[in-house]
C-alpha cells in the first residue's frame, strides 16, 4: 500500500468532534478495514484498502465512476461475494469482529443496504415490504411487526405519506417515495449500519433534499456509508470523506477538510472538478 | 430559421416512409395472430358440431354402455382424466418446481448444466416411451395395469416441461430483488421461494397449467400404463379409465353414436382444461399483477 499522508494521520485524532455536521464525538470505530482487496475474477477492483468508520457518523465515499466505490461497499456487507468467482482479502472488522469469520446472514442484518435503483419488492404491499426481513428472520408476532413497521416508515420520513395505503402496492410510489421505502425496509431488521450506493441518484432535487435531511436524523443511531457522486451532497451531509481512484484509497479525512484543503493533489484535482 | 426546403421535403418523405412501414409491420402482425387462431377455432369448432349430440347430461353421469346398446357416457373417464393428471401433477409439481428453482438459483456449474441437458432431452422423448418406461418400472413389478403407473408416466412427461418454464421465469425476475433481499438478511434459500418464486408465480403456473394441458391430452403413455376400464372405479390400483383412451378407442370404431361420443369427449377434456387454467389463475393471482413481469 502506499502511504499518503491523509490516509496516516486520518484517525490519529480519533476522539475529535466532526466539524462538518453537527456531530456526535467519536468514541468507537464502529467499521474497520484492514488491507482490503477485492478481485472480479483475476481482476482487482479494489487494492489494500484501508479504513476506520467511526461510530455515528456519515462517512461519503467519492470518486470516479469504475473507481471501486461500490465493490468496496459490497465487501463490507459481504454482497460481493455473491457474484460468481469473485474474492475478498484482508480484513473488515464489525465491532472488532472479522466479517468473514461470521455467519453473512448475520452480517447482512447488521449492515444494512440502500441501492442506487429503488427495488420494493413488486408483489408485496407497502406494510410487507417493510416487514419482509422481520417475517423472513422469524419474527410473527403480529403487533410487533405493525410497530416496527410504522416506526421504520417514520424514521424514514415516509410515514406521513403513506399511512394511509400501507395495503397498496410498492411499487406504485413515486421514485423518491419508493426510495425511503426502501430505506425504511432496511431500518425495519434493525441493523447498527447503513451502507448507501448513490441512494439519491435517481431522484430530483426535493427527493434528494429529504433523504439529506433523513441521514442526519439516521446517524443519530446509525453508523452510515454513503457513496455519491453529487460533491455537493458529500459536503452537505458527512463528516469524513474517501476519495477512491483506480481501486485505491487516495485520502480519508474530515469532510470538510477534504473538499477545502485536501493534502493530495488528485484529491484536489477532483474535488474541484477538474477530472472525474 | 428558415430551412432549406429540399431538407424539409425529404425529413417529409422519410416520415411517411416510416408509417408505412410501421403500418405495413403491424398488419403482417395481426395476419400472423389471426393465421394463429385458425386451427383453434376450427377445433373448437368440429368438436362442438360432431360432438353436440352427444352432449348431454347422461355424458357426465352414466357409465359407458355395452356395445349395441345406445346412451350412456363417460363419467368414469372424466373422473379417471382427472385422478391420472392429478396423480402425475403430485409426482412432477415437486419435483419440477424444485429443479427449476435449483437450476435458475443455484444451477451455475456443471451440475446444474448436466441436468439442463438431461431436462431437454427428457423432454424430447416420445411419450409412448414414456408410457414403456412406466410399463417397465411400475406394471411389469406389480403384475398388472394400475391408475398409479398411469400417473407416473404422466409425471415423467410434465416434470420437464415444468422445470424448464420454472427455471425460465425464474430467470426473468430481476437480479436486483434477489439482492434486495439478500441484504436485508434473508437466508438465500427464503430469498428463492419467498422473493424470487413468489414475484414470478404467475409465470410459474402458466407453466404448469402448460404441463398439465398437455398431460391431460396424452393418450400414448397411458395405453400400457392405466389401461382403460368400462366400469366406475377410483382404485388408483386398478385399471382407469381416461378421455383420451376412450376418445382414441371410440373415435376408430364404427358406431356412429361411439364417434360423436369421441367428439364429445374432446369437446369436454378442452373444457375442462380452460376450466382449470381460469380457476387456477383465478386462485393464485396477485393483488399487484399489473406491476408483475
Ligand atoms: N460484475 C463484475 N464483473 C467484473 N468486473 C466488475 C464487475 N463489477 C464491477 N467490475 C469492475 O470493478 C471495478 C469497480 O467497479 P465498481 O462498480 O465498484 O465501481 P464504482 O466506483 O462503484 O463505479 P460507479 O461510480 O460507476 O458506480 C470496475 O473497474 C469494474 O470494471
Ligand atoms: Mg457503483
Known sequence: ??????????????????????????????????????????????????INIPENSIVAIIGPSGCGKSTFLRSINRMHELIHGTRVTGKILLDGEDVYSLDPVLIRKKIGMVFQKPNPFPTMSIFDNVAAG?????????????????????????????????????????????????????LAVN??????????????????AKIEELLFELKKRYTIVIVTHNMQQAARVSDYTAFFYMGELIEYDITKKIFTAPSIKQTEDYVTGRFG | ???????????????HFRKLTSLFMFTLCGVSVLIALVPLILIFYR????????????????????VGESGGGLANAIVGTMILVGLGSCMSLPVGIMAGIYLAEYGNNWFGQSVRFLTDVLNGVPSIVTGVVAYTVVVLPMKHFSAYAGGVALGILMIPTITRTT????????????????????PRWKTSLQIVLRTAMSGVVTGILLAVARAAGETAPLLFTALNNRFWNTSMNQPMASLTVFIYNYAVSPFDDWIAQAWAGTF???TLILLLSLTVRFATRNKFAGNLL
Open chain 1, 1 to 50: 500500500m502506499r502511504d499518503y499522508p491523509g490516509t496516516r494521520q486520518t484517525f490519529i485524532e480519533m476522539d475529535t468532534i466532526p466539524e462538518n455536521g453537527k456531530g456526535i464525538p467519536v468514541d468507537h470505530n464502529k467499521i474497520v478495514a484492514e488491507k482490503v482487496s477485492a478481485f472480479f475474477g483475476k481482476v482487482q477492483a479494489i487494492r489494500d484498502i484501508q
Open chain 1, 134 to 186: 422481520l417475517r423472513m428472520g422469524g419474527t410473527h408476532d403480529r403487533k410487533n411487526i405493525a410497530e416496527v413497521v410504522e416506526r421504520s416508515l417514520q424514521q424514514a420520513a415516509l410515514w406521513s405519506e403513506v399511512k394511509d395505503s400501507l395495503s397498496k402496492s410498492g411499487v406504485g410510489l413515486s421514485g423518491g417515495q419508493q426510495q425511503r421505502l426502501c430505506i425504511a425496509r432496511a
Open chain 1, 191 to 208: 441493523p447498527e449500519v447503513l451502507l448507501m450506493d448513490e441512494p439519491a441518484s435517481a431522484l430530483d432535487p426535493i427527493a434528494t
Open chain 2, 1 to 15: 430559421m428558415k430551412e432549406p426546403k429540399r431538407l424539409k421535403r425529404m425529413d417529409n418523405y422519410r416520415f
Open chain 2, 47 to 66: 368438436t362442438v358440431a360432431f360432438g353436440f349430440s352427444a352432449i348431454n347430461w347422461d355424458f357426465f353421469t352414466q357409465m359407458p354402455k355395452p
Open chain 2, 167 to 186: 427455471e425460465e421465469i425464474l430467470k426473468t425476475v430481476p437480479h436486483s430483488l434477489r439482492e434486495a433481499a439478500l441484504a436485508l438478511g434473508i
Open chain 2, 268 to 270: 369436454v377434456l378442452m
